[in-house]
């Protein structure tokens, strides 16, 4: 898809943005560019019965916050104003969100050079819960198991949460800065570093967004490549989160097996591609390796494996009631939070909000097959590891498919430098809606915004959390599984 | 149901890989090899106009130019297999090694491989007399996509089961031995890598673990990262990769202590 700019009265799109979400419209993301002087704020929209549209306009002094229309651009707009420098009017927290206390106020690192910067020492205030009994609880940035780093503030009284303040962007690497500059042909490179375990689904998404802006289809071997990766990443993802579920409950001889489960599809991936996380795979205009006969039987034997030894583990995990006890109504995340947040992924379909973009807004090879989507109600801990469960059948069934299709034929199409080009693309990675946006000139990327499902999904995770017990928290958090790196770019 | 699970899991096969199997192993890590007799001028000076990172780059160590391939800061892209020398390795020496360790020097005129490094697998009987006690280690994430955290959760699954050589992860940086550090150092975490350093009590072992935690890998140039980590912290011993795999991890963790038992 490639935008077509509309230009109207000063304001436009911040008005059109909010009548299209009070009638309905989800908020996919926003952001700002630049090109040397003029900043532009840009919307992408979710309209029902219409599919994605993106709204654009230069930004002249403050940016008008929607923020009150929908608390899904609370994060998005905070991450305009420290990147860009625009002061928001309307917002109700405009607290800084990925410069810490060690960046100087003032220096806007997409606007400005941003190289060898004093170390400062700012302020940040966390919210203050005040009363009798009532306790804060600081976790992290560096948490107790081998997992990335971020730092959670409780409020308790006794056991019981009343409030949760997430302070992440503690692995802020400059990502979407790294961009500018970079040819074309390099930048899924960088798009594989955004989030290590999602690494194929941040590459495919960028390599279509450069393929939407240059008018470039990738051929159909190479769709279908890029298709059984994709749906390989996200059964290995839900295994391993299953499995982590089962052990945050004390219930290790599943996670064991689950572990194992995802090396043997790592190990096949490893044999029939050369790696193991099916990176440097795809490139702009296709991929660079195609799965010949024998790979294909050595992934398909992989997978119809897993899928049945999973299916017969996760069985056990959720039969036991020493699981379903701490399973169950944990965590409940509430169908109007998912609204109001706009949640995507396994999380928004365990409480009810049936959204997939690979049946909605299909991409690549997912135009040809029916998507089932497994949808819950009860969005409680129980809830998201079905749907995960679930998804993990119907991700074999579709790699089985497409597995069986494969054939010969060109894998690569060229991608001829066009003197400016802009275009986006989403696809559902194994967190969610996963959307790139890209714009350059020349064979070079000028910029390029990531609409992460993590930056997305974590300010519900709160939510979920207040009400519960502390000790829970690990649980709840788990079933999320969200990606910091993902979300702090 | 339980004794279903513990009965399945008595009969299932043994997965675990001896580990004479996977020492200095690479395979699915994507780390380029080269094939020194079949290196020109002009293809080494291709391969380094096509690697992101500089890993491939023209260096004069002494008084002749060659071409040196730094694992350090190799990503695994895989631009370089486009040419004939290049293609991705089955072995890696140098896991666990000095940042040294991990350059390779080839003379492109002679088609020939320069100052040959070995790191000889040590045979298992002598890892486990070295390993006479337990080594805890506390992984540090500093900034890392979390590609490295896969790989080294990895290594407890049942094919590489690190807790049989004695090893195992701590959750606090009190009880550990080893600090296994990834990431390229954010400015944000910069004061937590410190701090972690500081709470670890001596004598203690930092390892550099990735592209990123070698050099700073892709992100080496980003204005909102402080390292490579030996900029802040003294790193003892190196891993590449992009990310590792398990095996490389292994490999690299064992010639540490090795090392250490030498010491």
Redesign the interface.
């Given at each position: 898809m490639s935008a077509t700019p509309q230009q109207q009265s000063i304001g436009w799109a911040v008005a059109e943005a909010t009548r299209l979400l009070q009638a309905g419209a989800r908020l996919v993301c926003e952001f700002a560019s630049s090109d040397g002087g003029a900043i532009k704020v840009h919307y992408i929209l979710d309209v029902p019965g219409e599919g994605y549209r993106v709204l654009e306009e230069t930004v002249n002094g403050a940016l008008q916050s929607i923020t009150p229309v929908t608390p899904a651009a609370a994060w998005y707009e905070r991450e305009i104003k420290d990147q860009y420098g625009i002061e928001l009017t309307g917002h109700p927290d405009p607290r800084p969100l990925l410069l810490h206390e060690n960046w100087p106020r003032g220096l806007h690192p997409m606007v400005a050079d941003a190289q060898s910067v004093p170390w400062a020492d700012e302020h940040y205030d966390f919210l203050k819960v005040e009363g009798e009994g009532v306790c804060e609880v600081a976790v992290g940035p560096v948490h107790a198991g081998i997992i990335e780093p971020g730092h959670f503030r409780f409020s308790v009284v006794g056991d019981n949460v009343l409030y949760l303040e997430l302070r992440h962007f503690y692995t802020h690497k400059g990502t979407e800065k790294l961009f500018q500059g970079t040819p074309v042909a390099y930048g899924q490179m960088i798009a594989e570093s955004v989030s290590g375990d999602n690494c194929f689904a941040h590459a495919v998404a960028y390599c279509q967004a450069i393929e939407a802006a240059h008018s470039v289809v990738a051929p159909k071997q190479a769709q279908l490549v890029r298709l059984i990766g994709l749906e390989l990443e996200r059964m290995i993802s839900h295994i391993a989160d299953v499995g982590a579920l089962s052990n945050d409950v004390a219930f290790v001889l599943p996670s064991a097996y689950c572990s194992r489960i995802k090396e043997d599809l790592m190990q096949a991936s490893a044999r029939a591609v050369g790696t193991r996380f099916w990176k440097g795979i795809a490139v702009p205009g296709g991929v660079v390796r195609d799965i010949a006969p024998a790979a294909a039987e050595v992934l398909s034997n992989a997978v119809a494996q897993a899928a049945s030894e999973f299916a017969k583990i996760a069985n056990t995990i959720l039969d036991r009631p020493s699981v379903q006890g701490r399973f169950e109504g944990a965590g409940v995340l509430p169908g109007s939070v998912v609204e109001d947040l706009a949640v995507v992924g396994p999380v928004a379909r365990a409480s009810g909000a049936n959204r997939d973009v690979r049946r909605d807004h299909p991409y690549g090879a997912y135009g040809e097959l029916p998507i089932h989507v497994p949808c819950l109600a009860y969005g409680d801990v129980l809830a998201r590891a079905r749907v995960r469960i679930e998804e993990v059948v119907v991700s074999a069934r579709l790699l089985a498919d497409a597995l069986g299709w494969l054939s010969s034929g060109p894998i690569r199409a060229d991608v001829p430098p066009a003197v400016a080009f802009e275009g986006w693309s989403a696809v559902e990675s194994p967190r969610g809606e996963l959307l790139y946006w890209v714009k350059g000139e020349g064979g070079k990327l000028q910029r390029c915004s990531i609409k992460s499902p993590s930056f997305q999904n974590w300010p519900a995770l709160p939510h979920a959390v207040i009400g519960n017990v502390i000790a829970d928290f690990p649980l709840i958090n788990k079933s999320f599984n969200l990606s910091y790196s993902g979300s702090d770019r | 149901?339980?004794f279903?699970?513990?009965h399945?899991?008595l009969k299932a096969p043994n997965?675990l890989v001896t580990v004479e199997e996977l020492l200095g192993r690479a395979?699915?890590?994507?780390m380029p090899q080269v094939n020194a007799a079949k290196l020109t001028p002009e293809m080494a000076r291709q391969a380094c106009e096509v690697c992101?990172t500089a890993a491939l780059a023209m260096a004069k160590p002494r008084d002749q130019e060659l071409l040196c391939l730094d694992y350090g800061k190799c990503?695994?892209?895989?631009r370089c297999f486009e040419h004939a020398a290049f293609s991705?390795a089955e072995r890696v020496a140098g896991c666990g090694g000095s940042r040294q360790e991990l350059l390779r020097y080839f003379d492109c005129e002679r088609g020939a491989e320069v100052e040959i490094r070995t790191s000889a697998p040590e045979a298992c009987q002598e890892i486990f007399q070295l390993l006479g006690r337990a080594l805890n280690i506390r992984?540090?994430?500093?900034?890392?996509?979390?590609?490295?955290?896969?790989?080294?959760?990895?290594l407890?699954?049942?094919?590489y089961d690190l807790e049989r050589f004695g090893i195992h992860?701590v959750?606090?940086?009190k009880h550990a031995d080893m600090l296994l550090v990834t990431?390229?150092v954010?400015?944000?975490?910069?004061?937590?890598v410190k701090k972690?350093y500081e709470a670890t009590p001596a004598p203690k072992l930092v390892v550099a673990v990735g592209a990123c935690g070698c050099s700073g890998?892709?992100?080496a140039?980003?204005?909102?990262?402080s390292g490579p980590l030996d900029k802040l912290l003294r790193v003892d011993a190196y891993i590449p990769g992009?990310?590792p795999?398990p095996a490389m991890l292994l490999t690299g963790i064992l010639e540490v202590l090795r090392r250490t038992a030498k010491r």
């Amino acid at each position: 898809m490639s935008a077509t700019p509309q230009q109207q009265s000063i304001g436009w799109a911040v008005a059109e943005a909010t009548r299209l979400l009070q009638a309905g419209a989800r908020l996919v993301c926003e952001f700002a560019s630049s090109d040397g002087g003029a900043i532009k704020v840009h919307y992408i929209l979710d309209v029902p019965g219409e599919g994605y549209r993106v709204l654009e306009e230069t930004v002249n002094g403050a940016l008008q916050s929607i923020t009150p229309v929908t608390p899904a651009a609370a994060w998005y707009e905070r991450e305009i104003k420290d990147q860009y420098g625009i002061e928001l009017t309307g917002h109700p927290d405009p607290r800084p969100l990925l410069l810490h206390e060690n960046w100087p106020r003032g220096l806007h690192p997409m606007v400005a050079d941003a190289q060898s910067v004093p170390w400062a020492d700012e302020h940040y205030d966390f919210l203050k819960v005040e009363g009798e009994g009532v306790c804060e609880v600081a976790v992290g940035p560096v948490h107790a198991g081998i997992i990335e780093p971020g730092h959670f503030r409780f409020s308790v009284v006794g056991d019981n949460v009343l409030y949760l303040e997430l302070r992440h962007f503690y692995t802020h690497k400059g990502t979407e800065k790294l961009f500018q500059g970079t040819p074309v042909a390099y930048g899924q490179m960088i798009a594989e570093s955004v989030s290590g375990d999602n690494c194929f689904a941040h590459a495919v998404a960028y390599c279509q967004a450069i393929e939407a802006a240059h008018s470039v289809v990738a051929p159909k071997q190479a769709q279908l490549v890029r298709l059984i990766g994709l749906e390989l990443e996200r059964m290995i993802s839900h295994i391993a989160d299953v499995g982590a579920l089962s052990n945050d409950v004390a219930f290790v001889l599943p996670s064991a097996y689950c572990s194992r489960i995802k090396e043997d599809l790592m190990q096949a991936s490893a044999r029939a591609v050369g790696t193991r996380f099916w990176k440097g795979i795809a490139v702009p205009g296709g991929v660079v390796r195609d799965i010949a006969p024998a790979a294909a039987e050595v992934l398909s034997n992989a997978v119809a494996q897993a899928a049945s030894e999973f299916a017969k583990i996760a069985n056990t995990i959720l039969d036991r009631p020493s699981v379903q006890g701490r399973f169950e109504g944990a965590g409940v995340l509430p169908g109007s939070v998912v609204e109001d947040l706009a949640v995507v992924g396994p999380v928004a379909r365990a409480s009810g909000a049936n959204r997939d973009v690979r049946r909605d807004h299909p991409y690549g090879a997912y135009g040809e097959l029916p998507i089932h989507v497994p949808c819950l109600a009860y969005g409680d801990v129980l809830a998201r590891a079905r749907v995960r469960i679930e998804e993990v059948v119907v991700s074999a069934r579709l790699l089985a498919d497409a597995l069986g299709w494969l054939s010969s034929g060109p894998i690569r199409a060229d991608v001829p430098p066009a003197v400016a080009f802009e275009g986006w693309s989403a696809v559902e990675s194994p967190r969610g809606e996963l959307l790139y946006w890209v714009k350059g000139e020349g064979g070079k990327l000028q910029r390029c915004s990531i609409k992460s499902p993590s930056f997305q999904n974590w300010p519900a995770l709160p939510h979920a959390v207040i009400g519960n017990v502390i000790a829970d928290f690990p649980l709840i958090n788990k079933s999320f599984n969200l990606s910091y790196s993902g979300s702090d770019r | 149901m339980i004794f279903d699970v513990i009965h399945r899991s008595l009969k299932a096969p043994n997965r675990l890989v001896t580990v004479e199997e996977l020492l200095g192993r690479a395979e699915g890590g994507r780390m380029p090899q080269v094939n020194a007799a079949k290196l020109t001028p002009e293809m080494a000076r291709q391969a380094c106009e096509v690697c992101p990172t500089a890993a491939l780059a023209m260096a004069k160590p002494r008084d002749q130019e060659l071409l040196c391939l730094d694992y350090g800061k190799c990503i695994g892209c895989g631009r370089c297999f486009e040419h004939a020398a290049f293609s991705p390795a089955e072995r890696v020496a140098g896991c666990g090694g000095s940042r040294q360790e991990l350059l390779r020097y080839f003379d492109c005129e002679r088609g020939a491989e320069v100052e040959i490094r070995t790191s000889a697998p040590e045979a298992c009987q002598e890892i486990f007399q070295l390993l006479g006690r337990a080594l805890n280690i506390r992984e540090l994430d500093a900034g890392s996509c979390n590609g490295c955290e896969a790989e080294i959760a990895a290594l407890t699954n049942p094919y590489y089961d690190l807790e049989r050589f004695g090893i195992h992860f701590v959750a606090s940086p009190k009880h550990a031995d080893m600090l296994l550090v990834t990431g390229p150092v954010t400015r944000n975490m910069a004061v937590a890598v410190k701090k972690t350093y500081e709470a670890t009590p001596a004598p203690k072992l930092v390892v550099a673990v990735g592209a990123c935690g070698c050099s700073g890998g892709i992100f080496a140039a980003s204005h909102a990262v402080s390292g490579p980590l030996d900029k802040l912290l003294r790193v003892d011993a190196y891993i590449p990769g992009c990310p590792p795999t398990p095996a490389m991890l292994l490999t690299g963790i064992l010639e540490v202590l090795r090392r250490t038992a030498k010491r």
